[in-house]
């Protein structure tokens, strides 16, 4: 996404232009780039004509994300001239240097100081106190109720399709008193939805030995079960993203039907045949994972569960495809988002040796796939229909507007479209009686 945001007053300040491509990890990234220019003195141009210096945040996940991050490089180059690229394409910078030799400087992911180093150089700091004050909660690209808290960096997994080890590094968890300090100071600037992410979220703090960290009166330990207890206690939604299934995530479930953190698990178990998890290098007993679901639904039937699954991977038969739309029925994923498999450079993948799945076949699969979890998702929603539903407004309307419920997250899933006789604004959480339900959405009328 690209920003032109709101800018201060001070003509004589420096302006910088963003751009944030990728996952919500980079945005947090964004984040916390944005938030440190902001604090040295530099504004943030509506535009890159109008900027100083452009920064580029790129993702290199897929060839189409790194074809998107070489796209917008070219247009802050033709817009602007002066541009810094960092992210996860900026680990391989040959590629880069290769389409757009007259980058100032590339940085990969995470690599903050560098970053600033090479605005620094490009466009040096306009010093001034009064200017280089800065909210408390930094410079966030999200709507101001809800943010996104990431709680690691890196992932100890080494799935054969993945390159983020090599882009990110390993597991490396922030300190619990560093996760809740930063969650209370945006909760206290209203923020009313905690969105905790990772690369794996339920393996956090496995490399700091679940150390303990002073927050407030207490120690809380760098664990998941402890870190998502205390995060609920904060008084807004605490959504869990990419959580691995792990057999302690059954902990967190208890919290849930307590009410501390949302009824919502996002978990990637991107297939259900066994061969293709195996190769893969993903957990293979998905039966074993069905028992768990059903167990998880009998504590708190309200749960949602979001999942991500590739079709096309190499030596996909018909057979295991089959086998995915089956354990999907039993399932039945809330939600779901499918993508057709894309070689990626350097992935293990790669070096199988399996047979390559034609485009038309994956192409195919996709779309029956897609068929297939639209009758499910249609099913889960309209036996919601007839209830009262807590919802958060994300866009108001003159009389209708969109909000998700606690069952979704913004962006990524459906929305709520409510009718209201009084007014409502972004941020407000309201009772919403469901009137009727599609494949992905809900309508009804705030109550």
Not at 102 to 110: K, S
Not at 199 to 207: E, H, K, R
Not at 269 to 294: C, Y
């Amino acid at each position: 996404m690209s920003f032109p945001l709101p800018a201060r007053t001070a003509p004589s300040a420096p302006r910088i232009s963003f751009v944030s491509l990728g996952c919500p990890k980079a945005l947090v990234d964004s984040e916390r780039i944005l938030t440190r220019l902001r604090a040295e003195g530099y504004e943030l141009a509506r535009s890159h004509a109008g900027a100083d210096a452009v920064i580029v945040n790129t993702c290199g996940f897929l060839d189409s994300a790194k074809a998107e991050s070489l796209d917008a490089i070219g247009a802050a180059l033709n817009e602007n001239g002066k541009v810094i690229v960092t992210g996860c394409m900026g680990a391989e910078p040959g590629s880069i240097r290769a389409a757009h030799p007259n980058v100032l400087a590339i940085t990969g992911p995470q690599a903050y100081e560098a970053v600033l180093e090479a605005v620094h150089e490009a466009v040096p700091p306009a010093h001034d106190p009064l200017l280089d004050l800065v909210p408390a909660q930094g410079i966030k690209l999200t709507p101001r109720h809800y943010a996104y808290v990431k709680i690691s960096e890196g992932c100890n997994n080494r799935c054969t399709f993945c390159i983020i080890p090599k882009l990110r590094g390993d597991l490396v968890s922030r300190p619990a008193a560093e996760v809740l300090r930063e969650a209370e100071r945006l909760v206290k600037a209203g923020v009313k939805e905690l969105l905790v992410i990772s690369q794996d979220t339920s393996a956090y703090g496995v490399d700091l030995r679940y150390a303990e960290s002073q927050f407030a009166d207490r120690a809380v330990r760098a664990k998941f079960i402890d870190l998502a207890r205390e995060l609920g206690q904060l008084g807004a939604w605490v959504r869990l993203h990419y959580v691995y299934p792990y057999p302690h995530v059954d902990e967190v479930i208890g919290l849930m039907s307590g009410g501390l953190v949302l009824p919502y698990l996002d978990i990637p178990f991107q297939h259900a045949s066994p061969s293709v998890l195996k190769a893969m290098r993903r957990p293979g007993n998905q039966e074993k994972t069905l028992d768990r679901i059903r167990a998880w639904r009998a504590a708190v039937p309200d749960l949602a569960i979001r999942s991500t699954f590739v079709v096309g991977f190499p030596g996909e038969t018909e057979e295991d495809f089959a086998l995915l739309l089956d354990w999907l029925s039993e399932a039945k994923i809330d939600r779901l988002g499918a993508f057709k498999y894309e070689p990626v450079a350097g992935a293990p993948a790669n070096d199988l040796g399996l047979p390559v799945v034609p485009d038309e076949v994956k192409a195919q699969r996709w779309h029956r796939l897609m068929a297939h979890q639209q009758r499910i998702s249609a099913k889960r929603l309209a036996s919601k229909v007839g209830r009262r539903l807590p919802v958060i407004i994300d866009t108001p309307g003159a009389s209708i507007s969109k909000g998700r419920s606690q069952f979704d997250a913004p962006e990524i899933d459906g929305v709520v479209h409510v009718t209201s006789r009084r007014p409502l604004r972004a941020g407000d959480i309201v009772s919403v009686k469901i009137e009727r339900a599609d494949a992905y959405d809900l309508h009804g009328v705030a109550v």
